[in-house]
């Protein structure tokens, strides 16, 4: 088997079954890994859900990305980008995490050439058919050995998540939220609806968003020119009080020196 033999469907790609994959060399690996489509093919294809559908899942990509780089973590995030797991049909998530791994840019995802599959994916509905989120992903996430899998039907403001019911086994339970947080033993975080949006939290503290981050900044940065303003004031005051001291004392300097000058004069004039 070489990779001039093994030839990419562009209707249905995907990768090399992992007994191909093993008798590939280096360079046909990278020549089928570049042949994958990094666009959807029209099997793949959704139709769009407008904005609500952008923007909460970019919205948990940069909250996310944000978060993990604040604390040094080397974390993987992306939307809708093309996965590849061995023999399968390709997918792409709304959102899709892996652990651990360099979070370099990419324009696909191949299980085989990274060593390593997806270890959560989320998905955002907000129109159309809910079958494949609930239904079709919920088992093919399982027996693909995707950890976690976390579904937002925006249209319904629901959340609902799935962990692997144990080592080894590829079927889904569901996760049970506590007090309405459900918690991602992946990401270490734990997420809940807060209105129409999505928020992840650290010990119950909710994670800052772009905006809020921006708006806090915005404040800090008011607070210490107002205190900067004020210190100018202080110091302006203290200045003034100094030179009128200063000139109080060169006042009263004077007026000595014309009084003992006016004493010799008058002990002169007794003599």
Request: proline share 7%; glycine share 8%.
């Amino acid at each position: 088997m070489s990779a001039d033999s093994y030839r990419v469907d562009p209707d249905d790609p995907r990768a090399p079954p992992r007994e191909i994959w093993e008798r590939l060399t280096p360079e046909e690996r990278a020549h089928v890994v570049d042949s994958l489509p990094s666009e959807f093919p029209v099997s793949e294809a959704n139709p769009p859900e407008g904005d609500p559908h952008f923007d909460a899942k970019v919205r948990v990509r940069e909250v996310l990305g944000g978060f993990f780089s604040r604390v040094g973590r080397k974390v993987y995030l992306a939307c809708e980008l093309p996965v590849y797991y061995p023999g399968e049909r390709m997918f792409a998530p709304d959102v899709l995490a892996v652990m651990d791994v360099e979070p370099h840019s990419r324009m696909r995802w191949v299980v085989s050439a990274e060593r390593k599959g997806l270890d959560l994916a989320l998905e955002v509905h907000v129109a159309g058919e809910r079958r494949k989120d609930l239904e079709r992903n919920v088992e093919r996430f399982a027996r693909l050995g995707i950890r976690e899998y976390f579904l937002f039907d925006r249209g319904r403001l629901k959340l609902t998540g799935w962990r692997l019911a144990g080592e080894g086994r590829r079927v889904y339970q569901p996760i049970v939220p506590q007090q309405g947080f459900y918690t991602s033993e992946v990401l270490g975080l734990e997420l809940q609806l807060e209105g129409e949006r999505l928020r992840f939290y650290l010990g119950r503290a909710p994670l800052p968003e772009a905006g809020e981050m921006i708006a806090t900044l915005e404040r800090m940065v008011g607070e210490a020119e107002a205190h900067r303003t004020e210190e100018a004031q202080v110091r302006a005051e203290l200045e003034q009080r100094l030179a009128q001291e200063a000139e109080r004392r060169q006042d009263s300097e004077r007026k000595l020196a014309e009084a003992l000058a006016e004493l010799e004069r008058l002990r002169g004039g007794s003599r």
